[in-house]
């Protein structure tokens, strides 16, 4: 029984992990259009609930999907009714992903781990290596599930198997609270659902309690993006409880729907994996045309509900030591934190700052005041700290850690800059105005803006784990925002030549806009240099001329 069990642990622990491997190849080789798609799509009600359906069967996560909209509606460049359509549609999209992935297609998992691995190992661009990537991972997702259904044959006669199933049958209550807990354990509902199916086609699952179990899924994986965005702003929270809300509360209703019509989930497929994965797909096919009119209604009502609380913050306890001055390793590693908190800061300025000229916000200026203060405080103690730390004896190897934790503070602290003095304050002038950008050229420069904020988010994961991968993308993707920042100064004085009236009452601001988001991402690119050149990264003819030209 034990290795029983371990061999089924081993299988799910293989599920979760090529799940993940999937959305992280999607995430880091094709993010930046997804990004981009997702938040044009997104712009009409229409076409939201078709982003997100396709943005989950390509991330594999209507979790991973949520996130993406968290972002977006933190940053004001989309509303929040939009973005809990985009969410019911990925809730959508996860459930086809889950209903492709338990299709007879096991026959091609040997092509997909060739194709990946040749893909993987012979591909010279980072699109084709992590295109490889995701067909490696969906050949594990396949071979995982294999796994699970040989693990799982042996205890299909076991007694005690049996009374757990019959218990369940006449409690599917549990059942759904079951589910509901392991789509949170598992932070995956689609890894949850290809679970229970698997069980049920070995027969281990009646078909009530595998509805039930799946049913309990939707709810815990309605509550996974509730769980992750604690932290996040007001309304991107209010987006998340609302999808809770909506996909929460109709599993419930389902599950009440089950317990009395137990039966019914027999018109959905001839055996009990197949009733499973149907309902699966028809709930939140059902629920996403029930509910997408309903979307204005649930964030009022999660408003009233939870409204936005107005708490003073407490100074935040800096990480710069006094008593670590005598051991350089760790003083040079309390300088890395503060300057991890002011990237932080920097990022927490930028997300919202491009909504301003759409949507002028008093309180969110107050904010970005407040951060920027902050910044230019931690800029200040952390000059001071590493030149104290300078008086001493240091290594080459730390004096040259300590310079470059210096400039990335100046740098970060110049990105904070051309936010509040150069964003909010163009901002502030065409409120004053009632200027506004033509609709051409605030599509660009919202699609910019989200790719140096996703950008500035992959450098401080670069500052934080020090990874040379991400480091090389890093530096990579700067180069991607000078060529975007060229094709849209381009693209704009073609507007004017044409005589567009708002792109002409607007030119200044616009081109300014662009060189203030193109400065801050380069800021934030410094962060990949000594990590790529440390590595030998920076010596390939492509990165080295990329680090030549500089800004």
């Not at 109709?250 to 994996?273: C, E, N, Q, R, Y």
Request: with cysteine; hydrophobic share 50%.
């Amino acid at each position: 029984m034990i290795l029983l069990l371990l061999n089924l642990a081993a299988a799910v622990a293989l599920l979760l992990w090529s799940v993940r491997l999937v959305r992280t190849g999607i995430e880091r080789g094709f993010s930046g259009a997804l990004r981009t798609g997702v938040r044009r799509a997104s712009e009409r009600s229409t076409t939201a609930a078709a982003s997100g359906v396709v943005a989950a069967l390509m991330m594999q996560s209507s979790t991973a999907v949520a996130m993406l909209v968290a972002g977006f509606v933190a940053a004001s460049t989309l509303p929040t009714v939009s973005g809990l359509i985009v969410i019911l549609g990925a809730d959508l999209g996860s459930s086809l992903v889950a209903r492709i992935l338990v299709s007879p297609i096991s026959a091609i998992t040997p092509v997909l781990f060739i194709l990946g691995a040749g893909l993987f190992l012979k591909g010279r661009s980072r699109r084709i290596k992590q295109a490889g990537r995701v067909a490696m991972g969906i050949a594990l997702v396949l071979t995982s599930l294999t796994m699970i259904r040989v693990a799982t044959a042996p205890l299909q006669d076991s007694p005690v198997v049996g009374l757990i199933i019959t218990y369940l049958s006449e409690d599917l209550i549990s059942a759904f609270v079951i589910g509901a807990v392991l789509a949170w354990a598992m932070h995956s509902s689609v890894a949850t659902v290809l679970m229970v199916v698997t069980l049920a086609g070995e027969g281990l699952l009646q078909a009530p309690v595998a509805a039930a179990l799946v049913l309990g899924a939707n709810l815990g994986g309605a509550a996974i993006p509730v769980l992750l965005t604690t932290s996040a702003a007001h309304a991107a929270r209010q987006v998340m409880f609302g999808n809770l809300l909506l996909r929460g509360g109709g599993s419930v209703f389902a599950l009440l729907a089950l317990m009395i019509w137990t039966d019914a989930v027999g018109f959905l497929g001839g055996t009990a994996a197949a009733q499973a994965i149907n309902l699966h797909v028809l709930f939140n096919a059902v629920l996403l045309l029930l509910c997408v009119p309903l979307t204005g209604m649930a964030l009022t009502a999660v408003s009233l509900a939870f409204p936005e609380a107005t708490t003073a913050k407490p100074r935040r306890i800096s990480a710069l030591d006094e008593s670590a001055m005598n051991d350089p390793e760790r003083a040079l590693a309390c300088a890395a934190r503060e300057v991890l908190v002011m990237g932080e800061q920097v990022h927490a300025m930028l997300a919202p700052a491009l909504g301003l000229f759409r949507n002028w916000d008093d309180d969110v200026l107050d904010q970005m005041r407040e951060r920027e203060d902050e910044i230019d405080r931690m800029h200040f103690e952390v000059k001071l700290y590493i030149a104290r730390l300078q008086e001493g004896l240091l290594t080459e190897e730390q004096a040259r850690r300590a310079m470059d934790i210096a400039t990335i503070a100046n740098n970060l602290e110049d990105a904070g800059d051309q936010i509040w003095v150069n964003l909010s304050e163009m901002a502030r002038r065409m409120h004053k105005d009632g200027l506004s950008f033509s609709d051409a050229g605030w599509r660009e420069l919202s699609d910019f803006h989200d790719q140096v904020l996703s950008n500035v988010q992959l450098g401080l994961n670069v500052l934080m784990t020090g990874d040379a991968d991400s480091a090389v993308q890093l530096v990579e993707e700067k180069d991607r925002a000078r060529e975007a920042e060229q094709r849209l100064q381009a693209h704009h004085l073609d507007r004017l030549r044409h005589g567009n009236t708002a792109s002409i009452e607007t030119s200044n601001q616009h081109q300014e806009t662009i060189r203030a988001l193109k400065h801050i991402n380069t800021a934030f690119a410094y962060v990949a240099y000594p990590i790529a050149e440390e590595t030998g990264a920076m010596l390939s003819s492509r990165l080295a001329g990329s680090a030549s030209r500089g800004s």
